[in-house]
């Protein structure tokens, strides 16, 4: 059984960071790609961040050189570290994986992350 358990979210003023960690479990995490979502207030789910099982990652232009994805195998752990936030990054922060099989999409139950001041 796939599990997804974020943590790391709050309330932080503009130009602060924040960590987020994801920690798996249920299938072999060191297979897999591993992927950071958010969905702002009244808005759609949007992909933030993605590492593949090799370690490539990829951004939305948005958060480049700002956010920093990351894993750790011996952990099944997913990181996401976020810098000089801004109120539009106010968000549930979702981490997700998928089945290479099932093509079936697997969500943690969503961290908040509310940047103002």
């Known amino acids: 059984q796939v599990q997804l358990v974020e943590s790391g979210g709050g309330l932080v003023y503009p130009g602060g960071s924040l960590r987020l960690s994801c920690t798996a479990s249920?299938?072999?995490?060191?297979?897999?790609?591993m992927s950071w979502y958010r969905q702002p207030p009244g808005k759609e789910r949007e992909l933030v961040a993605t590492?593949?099982?090799?370690?490539?990652?990829n951004y939305v232009d948005s958060v480049k050189g700002r956010f920093t994805i990351s894993r750790d195998n011996t952990k099944s752990t997913v990181t996401l570290q976020m810098n000089s936030l801004k109120p539009e990054d106010t968000a549930v922060y979702y981490c997700?994986?998928?089945?290479?099989?099932?093509?079936?999409?697997?969500w943690g139950q969503g961290t908040q992350v509310t940047v103002s001041s």
């Open positions: 249920g299938f072999t995490f060191s297979d897999r790609a």
């Open positions: 590492i593949t099982a090799g370690g490539s990652r």
């Open positions: 997700s994986t998928r089945s290479p099989w099932t093509k079936q999409d697997y």
